[in-house]
């Protein structure tokens, strides 16, 4: 065991893939039916390996001071076993299956801390389904296998970039717009390489046009590229353009002195000058209008801003980072958007990939929410059903993260309104979810290659509340994309009375939204 282990470690492998071979083998050791290593990130454990656990599990963070197992195993250095009776909380309820997919509250809970130069890096812990499986015997050697993950840990790559990480300053305080997600969740290809490729770019001062659809979350990726550059002890300023009105834009960009209009009653910087030595994030930059993207574009050509209402100079040194969901090069060609400042800004054009083409990081996306929501809702566990599961991955999620997450709390509320008790296990079944299939063959895809779980089941026991209607197979619509958007939007006006702001309050999504994407379908004159 030791050899293998060592081997499992030391195996020239990316950190992700070495980490997942080293808990399938502690797995296989200990005979036990989950194992799963925690890294501590702040105040909160994340999984970064796992086996033997559901899928979206890789996708939850658990504060440790909400979970009293957790807590424990943090204040110890010994391993710690927990009596199958205990009446402390698991966290792994609902999220640990037997062969008939069932999910078993209760079972062998042991755990061990990890320390990496004397300061608390994480956990280890290890699950079994059958009552007595860690004896003190296998307990010392739960301690011994720790001492070898750290060694491992201590020198891996894993553990340097945490270090960069903390060098170039923390997420902590951070607010993000999808349900508390403040940081970039997936282990997809297209995720790796799209962070590779801006961890490389962030340490020039070129400017980055961030390209994709509306809820994929570009404004994380303007953070990432800000953390990871020279300038990430200097502040980032988001300017969202769309919010802008037009008799006000210039003055937000670049500030105005007193008496420069009515109104103006004292002198006032903009945004540049707030961002002065940092990072200016222009999120929806397509949206500017004309008049004040020419005054951007001399602002970027001459590396100075002039106050409104005034003829001073003032130099400026930021980094730009913009972000669209507008096809900008065709916007030039319509005149809607200036070529040469769309020249200035798209230096270095990087494309946010769609959910769709993320493949199991919807699941893991899926996790984070569901943890999110348990906590948020006071639940006892919040799970999917695994026809949930596949109806997520054959979604085509036009509203990419931004959707899941909607889609994840009204079902988890659509529970509680249903008669769901906080003190049970529930989970989520594809009814529930409001989410038609788009993408056929992409669920068989997750269930062909090797899971997280110990084997596919169905309904749950006594202590599981299934939602929905049935939580078996569910049958793909063929319907294009555009057909689906368009019925959910006529749906809704007609619920709505034609009123398009209670619409977009329906749907979930911002009403100008709504309009952009009627207008694209049709269904509403330019």
Not at 171 to 192: C, K, M, R, V, W
Not at 321 to 340: C, H, M, S, V
Not at 461 to 486: C, F, H, M
């Amino acid at each position: 065991m030791d050899q293998l282990l060592l081997a499992d470690l030391v195996t020239d492998l990316p950190n992700a893939v070495r980490l997942q071979r080293a808990v399938h083998t502690l797995r296989q050791h200990f005979m036990c039916d989950a194992v799963g290593l925690l890294r501590l990130d702040g105040d909160t454990l994340r999984l970064v390996a796992a086996a033997g656990l559901a899928h979206e599990a890789l996708g939850r963070g658990f504060v440790v001071a909400h979970h009293p197992r957790f807590a424990t195993i943090m204040s110890r250095r010994d391993p710690t076993w927990f009596e199958p009776g205990s009446v402390l909380a698991d966290p792994y309820d609902g999220l640990l299956d037997d062969k008939k997919g069932v999910p078993l509250p209760v079972h062998d809970c042991l755990g061990i801390s990890l320390h990496i130069e004397g300061r608390p890096w994480g956990a280890l812990t290890l699950d079994a389904l059958k009552t007595g499986t860690f004896d003190a015997a296998m307990q010392t050697e739960l301690k011994r296998y720790g001492l070898m993950l750290e060694a491992a840990i201590r020198v891996s790559a894993l553990e340097k970039e945490n270090r960069s990480l903390r060098q170039l300053g923390s997420t902590q305080g951070e607010s993000g717009p999808l349900g508390e997600l403040h940081e970039i969740i997936g282990e997809s290809e297209a995720i790796s390489q799209l962070l590779h490729e801006l961890d490389v770019v962030a340490d020039s001062d070129l400017p980055v046009l961030l390209l994709g659809e509306t809820g994929v979350g570009k404004e994380l990726f303007a953070r990432r590229v800000h953390r990871r550059s020279r300038r990430c002890r200097k502040p980032m300023i988001h300017v969202n353009c769309a919010a802008l009105p037009e008799s006000l834009a210039e003055s937000e960009l670049f500030g105005h002195v007193k008496g420069a209009f009515s109104g103006a009653n004292a002198d006032r910087p903009g945004r540049f000058e707030a961002a002065q030595g940092g990072t200016l994030f222009l999120d929806e930059v397509g949206e500017l209008p004309l008049g004040v993207q020419a005054k951007l574009l001399r602002t970027l050509q001459n590396g100075e801003i002039q106050r409104l209402g005034t003829d001073d100079i003032i130099k400026t040194d930021v980094r730009i980072i913009a972000a669209t969901n507008r096809q900008l090069k065709e916007n030039t060609r319509a005149g809607t958007f200036r070529a040469d400042l769309y020249h200035r800004l798209s230096v270095y054009p990087v494309h946010i990939p769609p959910l769709r083409d993320r493949d199991r990081d919807v699941l893991i996306l899926a996790g984070h929410f569901l943890e999110f929501n348990r906590a948020r809702l006071g639940l006892r566990g919040l799970r999917l059903s695994y026809a949930a599961e596949r109806a997520l991955l054959a979604y085509a999620w036009p509203g990419n993260v931004r959707e899941l997450e909607h889609v994840i709390s009204r079902a988890a509320l659509k529970m509680l309104t249903r008669g769901a008790s906080r003190d049970q296990i529930l989970t989520l079944g594809p009814e529930l979810l409001d989410v038609d299939a788009g993408r056929p063959g992409a669920a068989q895809d997750l269930y062909e290659a090797e899971p997280f779980y110990g084997a596919e089941g169905a309904s749950g026991p006594t202590g599981e509340w299934v939602g929905g209607a049935s939580t078996g197979g569910i049958q793909p619509l063929r319907q294009t994309l555009e057909n689906t958007q368009k019925a959910c939007i006529q749906r809704a006006l007609d619920a709505a009375g034609g009123n398009w702001a209670h619409a977009a309050r329906m749907l979930d999504i911002d009403a100008s939204n709504l309009h952009k994407i009627a207008r694209k379908l049709g269904l509403k004159e330019s």
